[in-house]
């Protein structure tokens, strides 16, 4: 594994809204097994969607790696809650993942990660390496 991609690069993909560069990033993690959080999952196949965009989602995952829940992500996850007590649950989660296993988080959200210092971000729409 490379990078973790944040659901919203995933959903952006899913919409068509990605700039080339952020394409890149989907046709590479595809290629070379990036992985998302179990919280991207939970994120993107929660969210009602109609039939022929599910099974799109389900296929898009189904080509990367699942990270579950851990107990060093859960820890992980209450620490950056006490420490940034904005920073919403989902968001903790998906950047303890990313911490974890020492990948850098490939988002759009600059602002949701700006504040954790231990962690990688990588914006999709600006950077291609």
Not at 52 to 78: H, M, N, P
């Amino acid at each position: 594994m490379k990078y973790l991609f944040d659901s919203n690069l995933l959903i952006y993909h899913l919409n068509n809204l990605l700039p080339p560069c952020g394409r890149q990033w989907i046709v590479a993690g595809l290629r070379e097994g990036a992985a998302y959080s179990v919280m991207t999952r939970i994120e993107i196949l929660g969210y009602p969607l109609p039939l022929d965009q599910l099974q799109t989602a389900r296929r898009l995952l189904g080509g990367l790696i699942e990270i579950g829940l851990t107990e060093s992500i859960l820890e992980r996850t209450i620490a950056f809650r006490q420490c940034h007590r904005r920073l919403k649950i989902p968001d903790a989660l998906i950047a303890a993942t990313a911490r974890e296993y020492a990948l850098p988080l490939v988002t759009r959200n600059l602002s949701d990660f700006d504040k954790i210092a231990e962690l990688s971000v990588i914006d999709p729409f600006r950077a291609w390496p």
